[in-house]
């Protein structure tokens, strides 16, 4: 029984350590100055920012990403605004974004995410429009049960990948809220596999 414990103890180590998180900076959007994202296509004040509102709850903390659902006006007009933070991988790793999304209102947003290689010229690893759903009131969600998780898989390239949430429709009815984000390394299968066979066959040998 102690063997079996052990065994235990040693797998969910190795499967604990093969999906570890990536770190992101300010992933739950804490900082009122989005500090460790970068801003593409325009200022603050006229693309996205971290912010609160005393009629919204945040799904992580108080703070949020809010996108303002226009092109910002200091931007290329046929680009919408967008933030991105670039964090380290290993190469041929899979890994899954995950985040929460929710709308300030009773439509429903569009949120354009997408991964890159960095290294290799921007490279696109995977892309996907999503549709978050709409708050119960006009006024944003008023819990966190109302947020809703999303999760995107890609394969890193290199050593360094990039994250980037883009505002999906111009339109200020319909500005995407995104919270809470996180990048956990996938683990493989035949990995996990081999470690269970190999601790099985160990306690074979200790019981001769």
Known sequence: MKSLTLLGSALWLAVSSATASVTLVNAGFETS????WTKDNGTLGGSSG?????NITAFEGSRYLQFFGNVDPAGPSDILPAVYQDFTTVLGQEYQLSFYGQ????NKPFLDV???????GTVSLAAQTFNLPAASVSTGPTSTSEWELFTLNFTATSTSSR???RDGVSSIGRAPLVDSVSITAVPEPSRVAL???GGVAFLRRRRR
């Open 33 to 36: 100055n989005l500090s460790g």
């Open 50 to 54: 971290s912010t609160t509102n005393a």
């Open 103 to 106: 709308s300030p209102n009773t």
């Open 114 to 120: 997408e991964l890159f290689d960095v290294s290799s």
């Open 163 to 165: 994250l980037l949430f």
């Open 195 to 197: 470690l269970f066979l």
